[in-house]
């Protein structure tokens, strides 16, 4: 069973950069593909960037460019570098893991807690 725990997020003014981190416990996520989903206030969960277990990254259109997903396979932790933040980044992160890349949130086995994330503008 694998564990997941988030860290790094806070409250930011937009422009700022922040890094997401994702620890995993209880077992190797060399072997899944890994997820940072995001949940705003009276929205839907949506996939903002995941990795697959040989690298392939997948971003969605809003924050193409400006954010970046990585793993540490030696270290068990995924990463994501969050840069140019705007207000409408606002939300509560989660990380999430699955054998075969989903962009669906439903289909992800292991959840983190979530970190949240505040851009004033």
């Known amino acids: 069973q694998v564990q997941l725990v988030e860290s790094g997020g806070g409250l930011v003014q937009a422009g700022d950069s922040l890094r997401l981190s994702c620890a995993a416990s209880?077992?190797?996520?060399?072997?899944?593909?890994m997820a940072w989903f995001r949940q705003a206030p009276g929205k839907e969960r949506e996939l903002a960037a995941a990795i697959t277990w040989n690298g392939d990254n997948t971003y969605t259109d809003s924050v193409k460019g400006r954010f970046t997903i990585s793993r540490d396979n030696a270290k068990n932790t995924v990463y994501l570098q969050m840069n140019s933040l705007k207000a409408e980044d606002t939300a509560v992160y989660y990380c999430?893991?699955?054998?075969?890349?989903?962009?669906?949130?439903?289909?992800?086995?292991?959840w983190g807690q979530g970190t949240q994330v505040t851009v004033s503008s």
């Open positions: 209880g077992g190797t996520i060399s072997s899944y593909t």
């Open positions: 999430a893991a699955r054998r075969r890349y989903s962009a669906t949130y439903a289909s992800y086995d292991y």
